[in-house]
Structure formats: C-alpha cells, structure tokens
C-alpha cells in the first residue's frame, strides 16, 4: 500500500494552515494541536481580523500527491456537465444583468465543494465556476474588457 500525503486545510480562511506535507498522523496530530498555539492569547484571528474561539477553527486533511497538487476529493457526487444553471448563459446573445444570481450561484457551487473559497484548485477548476466568474467580469468591465489586476489594484489602493 502506498502512502498517503496530506496538508491540513483551514476551511475558517480559505487557505492551507500548514506549508508542510504531511502523513496521515502528523495531520491529525497537527490538527489537534492547533488550538493550543492560540492558548495565550485565547483565540485566533480569522483573515476578516474577526476574534473566534480556536477551537472553533475548522481544519481538515486534504490529500495532496508527494509534490503537494491536490488530489479531486469530490468528483464522485458532482456532475460536472450539470445543464441549468446561470453560467450557461455565457453562450447567449444577451448576458444576465442581475449579479445577484450569478453570485448565488458560486455560493451554490462553492458549497457542492464543501469549500469556502475560490483558490480550493478543484473548484478553481470547475468549468461551472469559471463561467459564473466570466459572467460577473463581464457584468462589471465588459464582456470584451482584458483586465489587469496590477492597474485595478492600483487604482482601489490610491487616494
């Protein structure tokens, strides 16, 4: 039997918690521990700077190949050509105006993934999610903008 590699996940912030790759039991371990580094303090900063009981944090093993690449853990209960939804409509003549169903819709897909966030590589990934970001781009700059993150930064960070 070949062994297995993981990184702990924090699903409170959307990244991992630990730049190691582990086996099973240093993950679990680590796991276990984590609230134990927020002992002093008596709680941990989530990255919305709000204060939450450490053991309110949520971790989890996610399996990771030797190299540290995700290994899909949930293709087995999403069907990835699902028809219906919002973002199918990146084909169509006439786009939707309303963001707030296209931001449902991630929300929607998000949670399928059991994730909180769009860096997870196996949601980042979904064609479903892809268009559903297209879509709100599209609502937002245009539908033939070509964004540069550098100039947007820049311009929400200047006074």
Do not use: C
């Amino acid at each position: 039997m070949s062994t297995k590699f993981y990184i702990v996940f924090n699903d409170t912030d959307g990244f991992t918690a630990s730049p190691d790759i582990m086996i099973s039991d240093e993950a679990d371990e680590f796991i276990k521990l984590f609230p134990r580094r927020y002992d002093a303090q008596g709680y941990y900063r989530d990255g919305r700077g709000r204060k939450i009981k450490q053991d309110d944090v949520i971790l989890r093993k996610q399996e990771v190949t030797s190299d540290g690449d995700f290994v899909p853990d949930h293709d087995d209960h999403i069907n990835k050509d699902q028809q219906g939804g919002i973002e199918d409509t990146v084909s169509q003549q006439l786009l939707p105006v309303n963001s707030i169903p296209v931001l449902n819709r991630i929300i929607e897909l998000l949670m399928s993934f059991d994730a909180n966030s769009l860096i997870n590589p196996v949601v980042k990934n979904d064609t479903r999610v892809q268009k559903a970001m297209w879509l709100l781009n599209a609502q937002f700059y245009g539908s033939l903008a070509t964004i540069d993150m550098f100039d947007e930064f820049n311009k929400v960070t200047r006074p």
